[in-house]
C-alpha cells in the first residue's frame, strides 16, 4: 500500500513537471513568434516589401513559417500580402497604432523630450490619441502628482506599468488607434480643466493651418483645446507641407508648435 501511494506520487510530480515544462516552452514559443514579426516588421519598414524567400533565408525559418506570420501580420492590420511576399501599408494612416508607434520612431523620442520643459508637479495632463504622445508618458513618470487625462486606451496601458494615475475619457471605441470618440468623448472632456495639453495631427500646412483625416477625434482635440491652459503640438517632419480635410485650429492658437529643424 505504501509503495502503490509512493508510485502514484511520483507519479504526479512528473505530470506536474511534465507541464510545467510545457508550459515553459509555450511560452518560449510565443515570444520568439512575436520576435520573429517583429523582424519582419523592420524589413518591410527598411525596405518597403519582402518575398517569402527572402524573409526564410534571412530569419532561418521555413517558407511555411513565413506565411504563417505575414496571414497573422496581416489579419492585424500590418501589411499586404501578394502571391510570394508582402508589402508594407504604405500610408502610415492605415496601420494600427502599435506599428505607427515605430514610424520615425527615434523623431518622435526627440521631439518628446522637448515637451518636458512644459511639466510641473501637480499638473493635470491631456495626452492625445497619438503614436507620437505616448513617448510623453515616460516624463510625467518622473514628475509629483501628475494626473494624465486621456482617449487613448494605449496611453493607459502604458501610464499604467509606470503607475501614473489616469483618468480615460469615455466614447465609442476605435480599435485601430486604440481610442475613444464620438459624443459621450466630447461631452466628457468638455468637463475636463487641463493644465497642458500635448497633441499632434496628420497635418502642418505650411500656411500654419493644423488638420487631421480624422474628424472625430479632431473633435475631441478641438474640445480639450478650449479647457487647456496651455496645448503643445509635435510634428514630424514628414507631416510638414500637408493640408487634411479637417481644420484643428492655426498654430498661433498653440502655445507652443515643436517641430525639429524648425526654430
Do not use: W
Not at 135 to 152: C, D, E, F, G, Q
Amino acid at each position: 500500500m505504501c509503495c502503490y501511494n509512493y508510485i502514484n506520487r511520483t507519479k504526479r510530480k512528473q505530470y506536474m513537471f511534465e507541464m510545467f515544462e510545457n508550459e515553459k516552452i509555450s511560452e518560449q514559443g510565443c515570444v520568439m513568434e512575436n520576435t520573429r514579426r517583429q523582424e519582419i516588421l523592420g524589413i518591410l519598414y527598411e525596405k518597403g516589401r519582402a518575398s517569402v524567400r527572402e524573409l526564410s533565408r534571412t530569419l532561418f525559418v521555413s517558407e511555411m513559417t513565413v506565411r504563417r506570420d505575414l496571414a497573422e501580420l496581416e489579419r492585424e492590420g500590418y501589411l499586404k500580402r501578394y502571391r510570394g511576399g508582402a508589402v508594407l501599408k504604405t500610408d502610415s494612416r492605415e496601420l494600427p497604432i502599435d506599428a505607427r508607434l515605430l514610424v520615425d520612431e527615434a523623431e518622435k523620442k526627440e521631439l518628446c523630450t522637448r515637451c518636458e520643459v512644459f511639466l510641473k508637479d501637480g499638473m493635470t495632463v491631456f495626452l492625445d490619441s497619438s503614436s507620437t504622445c505616448l513617448y510623453i508618458i515616460p516624463y510625467l513618470a518622473k514628475r509629483k502628482n501628475i494626473l494624465m487625462v486621456t482617449n487613448s486606451v494605449k496611453a493607459l496601458q502604458n501610464a499604467s506599468a509606470l503607475h501614473i494615475p489616469t483618468v480615460l475619457i469615455g466614447g465609442e471605441y476605435y480599435a485601430q488607434d486604440m481610442c475613444l470618440v464620438g459624443s459621450i468623448a466630447e461631452q466628457y472632456a468638455s468637463e475636463l480643466n487641463i493644465d497642458v495639453a500635448f497633441m499632434t495631427t496628420a497635418a502642418l500646412g505650411s500656411d500654419g493651418v493644423i488638420s487631421d483625416f480624422d474628424l472625430r477625434q479632431t473633435a475631441v482635440r478641438r474640445i480639450v483645446m478650449k479647457n487647456a491652459q496651455a496645448c503643445v503640438f509635435l510634428f514630424e517632419r514628414s507631416k510638414r507641407g500637408k493640408k487634411l480635410t479637417y481644420t484643428l485650429c492655426h498654430r498661433d492658437n498653440a502655445t507652443a508648435v515643436i517641430v525639429l529643424d524648425e526654430e
